[in-house]
Structure formats: C-alpha cells, structure tokens
C-alpha cells in the first residue's frame, strides 16, 4: 500500500500562535518550567466566566434544548445580536449568522467568497488565522502594511495600489491583534470608499472592542456606510470570558442588491455544517444584554498591565514598543542580528518565557518583532520581563 499524501493546500497552512507551542510542550515534557505569554485566554489567568452566562447554558441543556438548531443560529440569538449590532449604528443588516467563534465565522466568509488563485488584502501584522485559510483555500494572501511609526495605522493609498483583478476583499482588524491599535473615524471611512471604488467586500474583525485601555471610541466600521457591503465579526470569547465554548457571529450588511447571491452562497455553507452547537447559543442574550461587570473588572486590571509591559520592555536594550491603546496585546520591535523566529525560539529554550515570533502575524520586510500577551498577573509579567531582560543583556 502506498503513503497516504496529505493535500498540497495543507503546506500553506501556518498558525504561529499554536505552532510554537510544539517546543514548549517539548520542553515542560523535560521538566522546564514555562510562563505562557503566548495565546490570549484569559482563563488561564486570573479571569472567570461570569455566572449568569454558565447558568444560562445549564438551564437551556435542561431544557432540551440539545438536537440540532437552525443553520444560522437561534432566533433569540439573532435577535439579540441584530439589537446591539443597529444599537452600534450599522444598517442595512442582510444576514446574522452564528458560528464556532469568529474563526469559523471567518472561514465560512472567505469559503464562500474565493476562487482559486484569487487574493484578499490583509493587513501585516495581523491575525494569522486569515492567513492559514486562504491557504486551505487555494487563495493569496495580498498584505498592506501597518506603519509602525504612526500608530501602527494602515496608510490607504497603500491599501489601494495593492489592488488586482484578483482581489476580492479588504480585511480590517480594529482594534488590531496583535498591535492594539484603535482606527479613527476618518481612515475607516478613506477604506470604504476604496472597497466601493474597486467592488470589494470589506472585512471587520471587531472582537476585542470592548478593550479600549484609552479614552479613544471605538467606531463599527459598517456603522459609518450603510450601503457599502461589509462582514462584521465579533463574538463571546474574549470580551465574555468563553473562548472554549467557540461563539462568534458574522453580520452581513449593506445593498441589497449587491449581496443577495453572495449571501445565498453563504447559507449553503452554513447549511452543509448543520449548525453551530445549539445550547451554547442560549448564552448570548444573557451575555450581551445582562451582566457586565466583569468587564470593568477586566480592563482595571488590562491597564496596569499593560503599562507594565509597555514601561519593561521600552526598557530593555535592543526592545522597543509603541504602547497598546486596546486589546491584550503588544507588539514589541527587536533591533537585533537575527531573525524574531530565532530570537524567540532561543528565548524559550532558555528562559522558558513563550512569546510568538512577529513574522507568524506578518510584518514589513527588514524588520523584527515578538507579540506578548499581557492577561498574567503583574508578578508573573514582571518575572517574563526580568528573564528576557537578562536574556537579552547576557547575548546582545
């Protein structure tokens, strides 16, 4: 019998986040003792889902409500997530759909949207799950560049001439993963006009827009046009303390006319899966509509620590980092003679503080950096930051 052979699709498939994770693992099998500052659940930390939402779960499972569910997601599901996305100002609302977090949500828009050898544009760094699916797709990653020195903000005009005949889409993440930046109004709106010019869908990944760690608003990209065809995800995972129960959404908005037989592609996607798993989807009402103290909670903690990091890392030769505005991540520069891969796979082997290398995210050619995490308690930070910083000053 011959080898079973994987298919060629599969080589393009890469996911930094997870992937360093195998010489961790590798390690703590050798009895290495590893600080993971790598993979944003919260629940590994110092963070609990809020009651209401577990309780909400228990009742609908006593309820029977464990068969199959409508394609698309409950009715009060929908409802709910409709209200809060029109509360946010987005109209024009053509399809809901709920999924296994905004991963899946994400898959199910690019499946149904690409040939092929056809392209979307992402932006570097960026979360690289985008990436990983237009490779299982076929499809081309088309990146556009964050300018570290504003902000790490996009620049439009370089959005734009990255444009093809085989472009389809602009995907936006904001507030970034894993830069932390927050999109003004103005280059929101400079970024649909340029999705409109060209006929492409415009992607906004929106799950970390309840972590603004500064007195800026977050803005709903699909809010500030109503026409214009945009994909809004956004989901339970982070903001709700549940990334293991995998609920995430996708709102589909703008003319109709424009969208009608993609939106009809889509659903056949989502029926083919079935549907996403039903008791769980009895937890978003209560989430989004009840409780939320938590939150305030979270981001008193998210702000020291965040400064915390930004203050430690600034400090330490060859490092530099522009200070995260939301999100629990920063994206730290390194000035080194050597690749971040590199950098941070010796960091680990060393020190066991497991950080990921900023090409798995994209970054400019010529440059350099590692994402932390910043979710762990000030003391376990401040024992990561002191082993990099001695790392760092012993080598470099």
């Known amino acids: 019998m011959k080898e079973i052979i994987p298919a060629r699709s599969t080589e393009n498939v890469r996911y930094a986040i997870r992937d360093v994770v195998v010489l961790a693992d590798e390690l703590k099998r050798k009895g290495k003792e590893i600080i993971h500052l790598n993979i944003g659940d919260p629940l590994k930390f110092d963070y609990e889902t ?19 569910g409508p394609s698309g997601g409950i009715p009060e599901a929908i409802e709910t997530i409709r209200a809060k ?21 994400i898959e199910m828009t690019l499946s149904a949207l690409l040939n092929s050898g056809e392209n979307v544009l992402i932006p570097y760094p960026g979360y690289p799950v985008y990436s990983a699916i237009l490779g299982k797709l076929s499809a081309e990653v088309n990146p556009y560049y964050l300018d570290e020195e504003n902000g790490w903000l996009p620049d439009p005009s370089d ?38 010019r060209h006929n492409l869908l415009i992607i906004s990944d929106e799950i970390y ?27 339970l995972s982070k903001a709700h303390l549940v990334p293991g129960w995998r609920v995430g959404w996708g709102i589909l908005s703008g003319e109709k006319k424009l969208l009608s037989r993609y939106k009809e592609g889509l659903n056949r996607l989502l ?38 990091t930004h203050e430690r890392l600034n400090a330490i030769p060859h490092i530099s980092l522009v200070k995260p505005e939301a ?3 920063a994206f730290a520069r390194i000035d080194l003679p050597i690749s971040d891969e590199k950098f941070v796979r010796e960091l680990l082997m060393e020190t066991g503080v497991l950080v990921v290398h900023g090409a798995g995210f994209g970054e400019r050619p010529g440059t350099a950096h590692f994402r932390v995490v910043y979710l762990a308690p000030e003391d376990v930070l401040t024992e990561a930051y002191d082993k990099i910083e001695e790392f760092v000053k012993k080598h470099y």
């Open 50 to 68: 809020p009651r209401h939402m577990i309780e909400a779960v228990h009742k609908a499972m006593l309820d029977g409500n464990n068969g199959y």
């Open 159 to 196: 959005i734009e001439k990255r444009i093809n005949d085989k472009t389809r889409a602009i995907v936006v993440i904001n507030p970034n993963n894993p830069t932390g930046a927050i999109y003004p109004e103005d280059l929101l709106r400079e970024i649909i006009e340029i999705g409109k």
């Open 271 to 308: 029926r083919a899966r079935l549907c996403h798993n039903l008791p769980i989807q009895f937890a978003i009402k209560p989430a989004l509509t009840g409780d939320q103290s938590h939150l305030s909670e979270m981001l008193d903690k998210l702000r020291r620590r965040c400064d915390l």
């Open 85 to 105: 996305a029109e509360a946010n100002g987005i109209r024009n609302i053509e399809e809901i759909f709920i999924t296994a977090g905004v991963t899946e949500a």
């Open 327 to 329: 999100s629990f991540y």
């Open 209 to 235: 827009d309840k972590f603004l760690l500064v007195p800026k608003k977050h803005i709903s990209l699909a809010s500030l046009d109503p026409e214009a065809p945009v994909m809004t995800f956004n989901g």
